[in-house]
T-cell receptor, first 115, second 113 residues
Framework: DAGVIQSTRHEVTEMGQEVTLRCKPI?????LFWYRQTMMRGLELLIY????????DSGMPEDRFSAKMPNASFSTLKIQPSEPRDSAVYFC?????????????FGPGTRLTVL | GDSVTQMEGPVTLSEEAFLTINCTYT??????LFWYVQYPGEGLQLLLK?????DKGSNKGFEATYRKETTSFHLEKGSVQVSDSAVYFC????????????FGAGTRLAVHP
């Protein structure tokens, strides 16, 4: 059974460019989470969706960040324009409500470097 | 609001030593509690969980007991291996957001031969 897929493991871009990170959750999961991890700030929840609807985006650092979930099997996190301080590892995770389980399953992460 | 506090790392141990990583929490209601592990270059993986008071979660030789009276969920292992070197995160399911998890800062464990 495939886990959460973040097919891009490393992304390098230049300051000012737009960058889009992609995630495919586990089939049947109705929650999707985007996290950012840095040495300085640790693991931060940016935004999460339930049934494709954004529920809480209070962790999104600035208007330069946006996230979408057009369908149950795909989500994107976009940074426009990117800045060097956005360099971090971005994780996607998913979970399901049914069965009473709230365990989150994480993807391998995308390491973003903004030059 | 809800929060999780973990002991600061790094924790450095010799192989076969006993491990304890402390975790305490503040929460409204009755959260579920989790330990996740992150190996170098990887995402977080669920290690174990407990959903109610006095439950013990266990996996791969690791154990943690949900102690409501002390609001704690300490991680223990009787004999660590070099392969246990990783970062360990304690987490709870937040009030009002059943599927949203609140994570601690993480504790890095280094095990030497």
């Amino acid at each position: 059974d495939a886990g959460v897929i973040q097919s891009t493991r490393h992304e390098v871009t230049e300051m000012g460019q737009e960058v889009t990170l992609r995630c495919k959750p586990i089939s049947g999961h109705d929650y999707l989470f985007w996290y950012r991890q840095t040495m300085m700030r640790g693991l931060e929840l940016l935004i999460y969706f339930n049934n494709n609807v954004p529920i809480d985006d209070s962790g999104m650092p600035e208007d330069r960040f946006s996230a979408k979930m057009p369908n149950a099997s795909f989500s994107t996190l976009k940074i426009q324009p990117s800045e060097p301080r956005d360099s971090a590892v971005y994780f996607c995770a998913s979970s399901q409500t049914s069965g009473g389980s709230n365990t989150q399953y994480f993807g391998p992460g995308t390491r973003l470097t903004v030059l | 609001g809800d929060s999780v506090t973990q002991m600061e790392g790094p924790v450095t141990l010799s192989e076969e030593a006993f491990l304890t990583i402390n975790c305490t929490y503040t929460a409204t209601g009755y959260p579920s509690l989790f330990w996740y592990v992150q190996y170098p270059g990887e995402g977080l993986q669920l290690l174990l969980k407990a959903t109610k008071a006095d439950d013990k979660g266990s996996n791969k030789g690791f154990e943690a007991t949900y102690r409501k009276e002390t609001t704690s969920f300490h991680l223990e292992k009787g004999s660590v291996q070099v392969s246990d070197s990783a970062v360990y995160f304690c987490a709870l399911s937040g009030y009002g957001g059943y599927n949203k998890l609140i994570f601690g800062a993480g504790t890095r464990l280094a095990v030497h031969p």
